[in-house]
């Protein structure tokens, strides 16, 4: 289960997008997620996967991490491309039984918005596979930090954000553990039904949830222990620098968000 989970895998190969500052790729985050939000087009769509390609590619990551990374949601975009089959009724119709209709805008429109989330989950991993929890928080606090002024609590939402993203690896551990160890009684994961399997699941709520919150005691514990203060001022271990090939970085994104605007 660990294994095939990739949130807040780093995969290293040393590329020039790994090097950028994290402001940088969370800011272009934010600018491609606009513009997948924003495209309306199947020119626009090509336009975006043509983008997500060549930047994946330059990270030199293999394009299965990618696809791995969206295949947790096949079901639910399944289920979107279906829907948007039945309610759009535009165009000729390809299918029809009964009251349910199937038309070539409805079949359109169920591709496009599959693709959609299929790009923006698979390109936003980009930003996990190429950045540390630890530099990905700092630069979450970097982007953050004007907001402060507004009094919010910047140190506290990015440790927040930072104890997330390393408990998860530690909470499918423990259901790993568990899941063993009801194997080893003879309930076996993958010979049960599927109403069983959803049963069984179910019962590891508790013992994980339980788990959770004694880790998370414990490692309050260790924080009080050590002197910990959330918005003490200390420095950085990682000095942030904002370079040309950050600006150029954020600018590519940019022209995607503009030639998406300028094909709608």
């Not at 895998?9 to 969370?26: C, F, N, Y």
């Not at 939000?37 to 769509?45: D, F, G, K, N, Q």
């Not at 947790?72 to 535009?90: A, D, G, N, Y």
């Not at 349910?100 to 596979?129: C, D, Q």
Request: charged share 20%.
């Amino acid at each position: 289960m660990k294994n095939r989970l990739l949130i807040g895998r780093v995969i290293d190969t040393g590329s020039w997008v790994h090097a950028l500052d994290p402001r940088a790729k969370l800011t272009a985050m934010l600018v491609y997620a606009a513009a997948i939000i924003l495209l309306r087009s199947w020119p626009a769509l090509l336009l975006a996967a043509l983008f997500s390609l060549a930047v994946m590619a330059a990270t030199r990551i293999s394009y299965k991490f990618y696809a791995k990374a969206a295949k947790p949601l096949r079901l639910l975009m399944l289920f979107i491309f279906i829907l948007q089959c039945l309610t759009v009724s535009q165009g000729r119709v390809l299918l029809q039984a009964g009251p349910l209709a199937v038309s070539a805008g409805g079949l359109s429109a169920g591709g496009l918005a599959v693709v959609r989330m299929a790009l923006f989950i698979s390109f936003t991993a980009l930003l996990t596979f190429t950045t540390t929890p630890g530099r990905l928080n700092q630069g979450l606090d970097g982007m953050l930090k004007p907001f402060a002024r507004l009094r919010l609590p910047v140190h506290r939402l990015t440790l927040m954000a930072g104890l997330a993203l390393r408990f998860i690896p530690t909470i499918l551990e423990e259901s790993q553990k568990i899941l063993k160890a009801q194997a080893a009684r003879g309930a076996d994961l993958r010979e049960l039904r599927l109403r069983d399997k959803g049963k069984m699941l179910i019962s590891l709520l508790v013992p994980v949830t339980v788990g959770a919150f004694r880790r998370a005691e414990e490692l309050v514990t260790s924080m009080e222990a050590r002197g910990f203060v959330v918005d003490a001022p200390r420095t950085e271990y990682y000095e942030p620098s904002w370079g040309a090939k950050e600006t150029g970085f954020v600018g590519l994104h940019l022209l995607l968000l503009a030639a998406v605007l300028w094909l709608l």
